[in-house]
């Protein structure tokens, strides 16, 4: 039997829904969402969830990651009752339901708690900086081994319990009884999305959602290689042209495309971008300056002014010690790894259909 949550629609407000209970369940988003199909109906399947509180069938669902926010459904409402926002804070509370430490969803109701674990690390970063008696070359070493043993931490730690909570949730307690070899037949499938969230060009073939798509890409393969080129090809110090010049493209591509994606959410151009949270504002404020702080410090190093102007490289350390600490395990950089995730194991929930025909 169905559990039923009363406080589940004041719950979920908590994480932006808006307007949702003036649905009166005729369909049409459902009928216009180009990505909807018989096998996954959506939106309006989940705002009876939402509506009814049905919690558990929310957790156990992949629907909310299948939407990529074209904003069809929210247009053609005739309620004004918002669809695409309530598939959008679906995906936060599930970012917050996954999370086994729980803070995901105290960051995402508490602007306070957000606010307060950025300033917390501000002041560790200062203090480690000011008050280790290390010198600037070592500093920067120090910066360079935190990213690496940052990414291995936070990845073994936070991100793959939460990625097995997932699965336990979405695959395992529905009894999907997959054999091994799907689960490896289906393995392309999360890095394609992963790369190319290709899925968002199964929405409304507009300029607008094409040009969306674009950027997207952009700055997801520059975002993953400057990871590569910083961790791996030691950005700052290598003396390689080809190696310095890549992280410049990278890092430019970074700061440029943020912009463009800010300058958006300023203007609220689409459906995506009216409704933007603080988590929103974060995840591309802390990106944008991870980008133009880390193309800054390269330019000083060329320049040989780094020593003079060490403040830059302060800020840069701090930019990416919140982001790796804060932003990827716990903000909306997760979005990125469950719905890749959300497609594999659709895939897999396919594929084990198809085998029990
Ligand atoms: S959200 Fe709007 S379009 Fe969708 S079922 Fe409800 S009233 Fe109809
Ligand atoms: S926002 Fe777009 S993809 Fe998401 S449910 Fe609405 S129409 Fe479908």
């Not at 086994?100 to 307060?116: D, E, F, N, P, R």
Request: charge should be positive; charged fraction near 15%; hydrophobic fraction near 50%.
């Amino acid at each position: 039997m169905s559990h039923i949550n009363p406080d589940f629609a004041d719950d979920i407000t908590k994480f932006g829904a808006k307007d949702f209970n003036l649905c009166f369940n005729c369909g049409n988003c459902t009928a216009v969402c180009s990505l909807s199909t018989n096998d996954a109906t959506f939106p309006r399947e989940m705002i009876r969830y939402s509506t009814l509180g049905l919690e558990d069938e929310i957790k156990s669902s992949l629907k909310p990651w299948l939407c990529y926010y074209c904003g069809e459904c929210s247009s053609d409402c005739p309620r004004q009752a918002n669809p695409g926002e309530l598939m959008m804070s679906l995906r936060r509370w599930l970012t917050a339901t996954y999370d086994w430490t729980g803070l995901s969803g105290l960051l995402y109701k508490h602007m306070s708690v957000y606010i307060g674990g950025m300033i917390a690390l501000l002041a560790a970063v200062v203090g480690f900086i000011y008050y280790s008696g290390l010198s600037k070359e070592v500093v920067m070493h120090y910066g360079h081994l935190f990213e690496m043993f940052a990414i291995a931490g936070v990845f073994a730690v936070i991100l793959l319990p939460n990625i097995i909570r997932m699965w336990y949730f979405t695959v395992i307690k529905p009894k999907v009884k997959a054999p091994i070899k799907v689960y490896f037949k289906a393995l392309s499938e999360l890095f394609v999305h992963m790369f190319t969230q290709k899925r968002f060009l199964g929405c409304e073939d507009t300029k607008e959602n094409r040009t969306r798509w674009l950027l997207h890409f952009i700055l997801v393969l520059s975002y993953l290689s400057l990871l590569f080129t910083t961790v791996f090809l030691d950005w700052f110090s290598t003396s390689s042209t080809f190696v310095i010049w890549l992280g410049y493209v990278e890092s430019a591509a970074i700061f440029i495309i943020t912009t463009v994606f800010m300058s958006m959410r300023v203007r609220k151009t689409d459906a995506m971008h009216k409704h933007s949270q603080p988590s929103d504002w974060f995840f591309v404020i802390w990106l944008f300056l991870m980008g133009i702080t880390s193309f800054a410090v390269r330019l000083l190093i060329d320049l040989n002014l780094i020593n003079t102007l060490f403040w830059v490289f302060t800020i840069h350390f701090t930019v990416l010690v919140q982001w790796a600490l804060i932003i990827v395990p716990f903000g909306k950089w997760t979005h990125f790894l469950y719905r890749s995730f959300a497609m594999y194991f659709e895939r897999i929930i396919g594929l084990n259909n198809q085998l029990k025909k």
